[in-house]
């Protein structure tokens, strides 16, 4: 038997359960780019998601984790868990939702929800998760102590935000962010956003940007005026 700190013996065997279409491939594309994760399928519904994993389990191919949004057309996220649970499956559940409700974080925690991702999020946040549950559950055999126990529990936490690049401020792209926000479905030019938090224009494209980056705005070109078209700054949940 070989081991390897970098490498995974086991594939995670992941099951999409989201009702957007575009979102459901944009998930299941973020968990295939994670080593040792395979898509096992996608469905839209709480039905399909019975059916499949009823399927799964008789064919000997059963899914070792759910990503699983709480909002779909024909019941609750959670409501599917139960009937999970009831059913005798085991399978572990990240939770990728809009849902901020902390009762319903609480009760998903009682139902085997291992992690929270909020929309929208991006592929490095999701990353993340997925190689933490890995580490929780590669854990094995019987703990020496304590202090075991703790290390193994640790691994499923998220770590604290990341740091901003150099040269960017916290509370100037919390001004940013405020900014596009309330610009809503209509976006900034960067020229506006300066304005707005009273910052150079060089300066606040270099927010925006990297607010781009990390998933968190989009850009698009706006047509219409004499020269170059002028680059508008959106924030995605504003959808």
């Known amino acids: 038997m070989t081991t390897s700190t970098t490498t995974h013996t086991t594939t995670i065997r992941v099951l999409i359960v989201e009702d957007d279409p575009v979102a459901a491939a944009a998930h299941a594309l973020y968990v295939g780019r994670v080593p040792g994760f395979a898509v096992a399928g996608v469905v839209h519904t709480r039905g399909d998601a019975s ?20 909002y779909l057309p024909d019941g609750h996220g959670l409501q599917l868990l139960r009937s999970l649970r009831a059913g005798g499956h085991t399978a572990d559940v990240i939770a990728v939702t809009s849902a901020r409700d902390l009762a319903v974080v609480r009760e998903g925690v009682s139902l085997g929800v291992v992690q929270y991702v909020l929309k929208p999020f991006t592929f490095a946040t999701l990353r993340d998760r997925l190689v933490r549950y890995a580490e929780f559950r590669a854990a094995a055999g019987e703990a020496s102590g304590q202090e075991e126990v703790d290390r193994a529990l640790a691994a499923l936490r998220a770590p604290q935000p990341a ?19 309330a610009a809503g479905l209509e976006g900034v030019s960067s020229g506006a956003a300066a304005e707005a938090v009273g910052i150079s224009r060089i300066t606040a494209r270099r927010y925006l940007e990297h607010l781009v980056d990390t998933g ?22 504003a959808r």
């Not at 059916?51 to 709480?70: C, I, M, P």
């Not at 740091?163 to 926000?181: E, H, M, S, V």
């Not at 219409?224 to 995605?236: F, N, S, V």
């Open 216 to 237: 968190r705005a989009a850009r698009a070109p706006q047509y219409g005026q004499i020269g170059r078209p002028e680059l508008r700054y959106r924030w995605l949940s």
């Open 51 to 70: 059916q499949f994993l009823k399927r799964a389990g008789a064919e000997g191919t059963a899914v070792d984790l759910l990503l699983l949004d709480l």
């Open 163 to 181: 740091a901003l690049p150099k040269g960017l401020a916290g509370d100037t792209l919390q001004a940013i962010i405020a900014t596009l926000r």
